[in-house]
Structure formats: C-alpha cells, structure tokens
T-cell receptor, first 116, second 118 residues
C-alpha cells in the first residue's frame, strides 16, 4: 500500500527565512509520480510540481526548489526567502503509474505560517 | 490552462434536502474526475472516482446511494448529496485529470464547495 508522511504538522517562520517541508513516501511500485500542492486559506488546491520516479534531478522554480532522493524515499520542498503570501497548507502526494484510476495518496499536510 | 471550476462555492441547506455540486474542466477533457471530502485541518479523503460514460468507483465506507455521482460528459461530473444531514457538512473538492497525453498524470483541483447542513 502507498503511504505519504509529512511529519511537520505546523511550521512558523519569519518573512525572508528559508523553510523546508519534508515528505517521505512508501510504495511498492517502481514507477510512480510525486506531487506538491498548495492550499491557501481560500481552499483551492494549487498544483506546484509533478516528478516522475525516474527523474531524480532537483528542480528550481523561482523561490521554490524540490529535492527528490529516491534512496531515502523523500521529496522535500524548500521555499527560499519566504513571504507572507506563502502561508498555506502544503500537501505532498503520490500516484501510481499503472491502472486507469491512478489515484493520489496525500500526506496529512504541513501548515506553513510566514510572519511579517 | 488546466482550470477546474466548481459550483456552487458555498451552500447552506436544511436537513433532508438534496444538494448537487458540479465540477467542470474548462479548458481540457477529463475522462476521469475525482471527488474528495476534507474536514477542518485534515487531509483530503478520496470519496470516489468518476469515470465518463460509466459508473463511479466508490471508496470503502462511502455510501453510493448517499453520494450520487454522474459523469455525463468529458468536462462535467456532478456529486449529489441526497437527504443531507448535519454530519454531511464539509468541504467537498473535485479534481480532474487531463486526458491529453502530456499532462495525464496530474490532477487539477476545483476551488471546492463548502456545504453546511442545518
């Protein structure tokens, strides 16, 4: 069975600090996809990134960066120079690659609060 | 691109009434849509997978007769909460997976519907 663990329930940082959100996953599949979504107070889940299990290259998008380590089954997310607008709940998710459904397994989420 | 809408965004109803929630993919086709329920400060709980032209697949513990799902077209899925009761009050979110090859693995989410049953 698939499982995603986000051990950090809540994180609070001061604006301009860097912050890393941890994500550890479990799966028996050799091919799978990992995702990060952001859920601001409005409630809508915003897609941030999708990563294929065969692609272990780290990715950077502006102030966001992702570190995929297959050896430790981790897919951590770092926000550099955090801003108040980054305050949200962040979810890490895992999807199997086979089967028509390809459902998402979500972690429990990390509430990030960026203080001014 | 990849926009999913949900309607209504908020609904308050009396106990015993039925409520229909619509989920639309606005700029892509989605053979598969998903319905989730989220309680305050909790993660998303998958309720069912909606397949265009066929019956929905429900997760264990989700009542099929209580939560009716219809996926009549490649851009529309509906969730009807029948005979709603206060315990059905929740935040319901739909997602759609783009049927196009390049983006097939990504689910795009709607803005959610807050249901309050009095």
């Amino acid at each position: 069975a698939q499982k995603v663990t986000q051990a950090q329930t809540e994180i609070s940082v001061v604006e301009k600090e860097d912050v890393t959100l941890d994500c550890v996953y479990e799966t028996r599949d050799t091919t799978y996809y990992l995702f990060w979504y952001k859920q601001p107070p409005s409630g809508e889940l915003v897609f941030l990134i999708r990563r294929n299990s065969f692609d272990e290259q780290n990715e950077i998008s502006g102030r966001y960066s992702w570190n995929f380590q297959k050896s430790t089954s981790s897919f951590n997310f770092t926000i550099t120079a955090s801003q108040v607008v980054d305050s949200a709940v962040y979810f890490c998710a895992l999807s199997e690659s086979y089967g028509s459904a390809r459902q998402l397994t979500f972690g429990s989420g990390t509430q990030l609060t960026v203080l001014p | 691109g990849a926009v999913v809408s949900q309607h209504p965004s908020r609904v308050i109803c009396k106990s015993g009434t039925s409520v229909k929630i619509e989920c639309r993919s606005l700029d892509f086709q989605a053979t598969t849509m998903f319905w989730y329920r989220q309680f305050p400060k909790k993660s998303l709980m998958l309720m069912a997978t909606s397949n265009e032209g066929s019956k929905a697949t429900y997760e264990q513990g989700v009542e099929k007769d209580k939560f009716l799902i219809n996926h009549a077209s490649l851009t529309l899925s509906t969730l009807t909460v029948t005979s709603a009761h206060p315990e059905d009050s929740s935040f319901y979110i739909c997602s759609a997976r783009d049927s196009g090859l390049a983006y097939r693995e990504t689910q795009y989410f709607g803005p959610g519907t807050r249901l309050l049953v009095l």
